[in-house]
């Protein structure tokens, strides 16, 4: 890279870099355009990898002696024995590097088959977005062609919207099954106790830092958050696997429908284009003082007429329930199907009176109807502590869930930050707003706020709507359906005799 006029110089002062005499410093990285190519397949002992680079790359033989990529040939032995196997030169757009100044040795190992393919990445957040960007584009195929490659990524919090908070709360969620998540906590770390943490606080509250984004393993938004750091500890705590995984996936139930039970279902309606996506968020309210979130649905390719579809069946499970549906853009038509196609009639309506289209089915999300829903989940969640929350997925959106300057709540601004979970969760509560649930529930006692602190349904269920569907099979061995009633010699009657060599019986 003799030529610098058309790189970017980024100056080092925090990292070191690998060399045959140990971890060195250097001043910086280069970062710039090479069309041209060489990808050279490498082997030592049993692993191999790959190394792309630029054709006037120096790389270092066996006898220390140094040669251009350009003038490498299968079987050329490089230093510490690897073995050149095979050589590739092509041409693409992707941003190449260097690394300027090396310390003593002026040379690095550029390829980690020397240190058995492990990359480190320390203080992963914290490193600038376009550094870390371009940086992974250009390593992550590499790093990746091989099976024997490990990648470390390490840090502490540095707040939301970077790469290493989506790649850890994916991985959190089981997104990512590549990845594995662990942490260390503060007080694991030998010396450190109550008292430390307590002299902690006071050193950082003086420079406007949280001990929770430092030490405390959360990335939450402190100071403009919906929901206390503390409370996001405990949700990640009680945060587990459902107890079936339905819909391709979508579909996740922690608890199954107890008869009698009463449950109310948030909405929320994407376009289904694979941005934000359909959300349906399942509560129980039979126990105000222990609501839980038991089933949450979540797919951001599902189209709003089909959406209005897997609602009816869903709410066909849950006791059909109250549906507190947002109504703006796409919701409309999810409230429309609903109502003419399905002819459901358990959908929520609820408009500021000072706006227009009042009385019409679903909730309008104003600005206004928006704060006292936000305010609404506030109370039962973070004052009253009585809302369990088994999702993952739905306690990383309450972490990025912000309040902005003129008062309004939705999701910090960035990349990889959603809040379709949270606002189908605001809605469902909304449920215990008084102004609605005394038109939609029987309100049998009120708490010293005048919010609801028992209540009962009007209208008993039938038993056949709290169950899931048969058809659901949760054994991924169970039989495919069978036609039963045909006669001897039929393939229906094939069937039959299949499932009793598997050991089925016939029941009844």
């Not at 003799?2 to 045959?20: R, W």
């Not at 040669?67 to 050589?87: E, F, M, R």
């Not at 790093?143 to 970077?162: C, H, L, Q, Y």
């Not at 429908?257 to 694979?274: K, S």
Request: charged share 25%.
């Amino acid at each position: 890279m003799a030529d610098l006029s058309n790189h970017m110089i980024y100056k080092n002062t925090k990292f070191e870099i690998l060399t045959d005499e140990g971890f060195k410093d250097f001043k910086g990285l280069i970062v710039g355009k090479n069309p041209k190519k060489i990808s050279l397949g490498l082997q030592t002992g049993n692993l191999s990898s790959t190394l792309i680079c630029t054709p006037k790359h120096k790389l270092i033989l066996n006898n220390k002696a140094c040669i251009y990529a350009k003038d490498i040939k299968p079987g050329t032995i490089l230093h510490n024995k690897i073995k050149v196997v095979s050589i590739k030169s092509y041409e693409d757009e992707t941003l190449v590097y260097e690394f300027l100044e090396i310390s003593d040795v002026h040379r690095y190992f550029a390829n980690n088959v020397l240190c058995h393919q492990c990359l480190i990445i320390d203080e992963m957040a914290h490193i600038p977005d376009h550094i870390l960007k371009e940086f992974w584009t250009s390593v992550i195929p590499v790093i990746s062609s091989s099976r024997d490659t490990k990648i470390f990524a390490v840090s502490t919090p540095n707040g939301t919207g970077n790469l290493f908070h989506k790649i850890y709360t994916e991985t959190e969620r089981g997104e990512l099954s590549q990845w594995h998540y662990d942490k260390i906590d503060w007080w694991e770390i030998p010396g450190r106790n109550a008292k430390w943490k307590e002299e902690m606080e006071g050193a950082l509250a003086g420079e406007g830092r949280s001990f929770d984004q430092e030490f405390g393993n959360v990335f939450l938004e402190t100071g403009q958050s919906a929901v206390d750091a503390e409370l996001i500890t405990h949700l990640r705590e009680i945060a587990r696997p459902p107890i079936s995984i339905l819909e391709d996936g979508h579909y996740k139930i922690w608890k199954e429908p107890i008869l009698n039970h009463i449950y109310a279902i948030g909405v929320d309606v994407g376009e289904g284009v694979g941005q934000a996506a359909s959300v349906a968020q399942v509560l129980d309210l039979t126990d105000l003082t222990d609501i839980e979130l038991v089933a949450s649905y979540h797919n951001n390719q599902i189209d709003p007429f089909h959406f209005a579809e897997l609602l009816y069946k869903i709410t066909h499970q849950w006791g059909r329930p109250n549906l507190l549906i947002e109504r703006n853009n796409c919701g409309g038509q999810v409230v429309d199907a609903l109502k003419e196609v399905h002819k459901y009639n358990n959908i929520v309506d609820y408009t500021p009176e000072n706006q227009k289209y009042y009385n019409r089915l679903g909730i309008y999300s104003h600005s206004n109807s928006k704060y006292k829903g936000v305010t609404n989940m506030r109370y039962w969640m973070n004052s009253l502590r009585v809302v369990s929350i088994y999702d993952i997925a739905t306690t990383h959106e309450l972490e990025t869930f912000v309040k902005y300057p003129n008062g309004t709540w939705k999701k910090k601004a960035g990349d990889y930050i959603y809040d379709d979970r949270v606002m189908s969760l605001v809605w469902a509560l909304l449920a215990l707003e008084p102004e609605i649930t005394e038109r939609y529930y029987e309100i049998v006692q009120s708490d010293e706020r005048g919010k609801p602190l028992k209540i009962a349904p009007f209208d008993i269920v039938a038993p056949e709507y709290f169950k899931l569907d048969s058809f659901f099979q949760r054994d991924s061995d169970a039989p495919l359906p069978a036609f039963i009633g045909a006669g001897p010699g039929s393939q229906m009657e094939d069937e039959l005799k299949t499932l009793r060599k598997q050991g089925w019986k016939p029941y009844g």
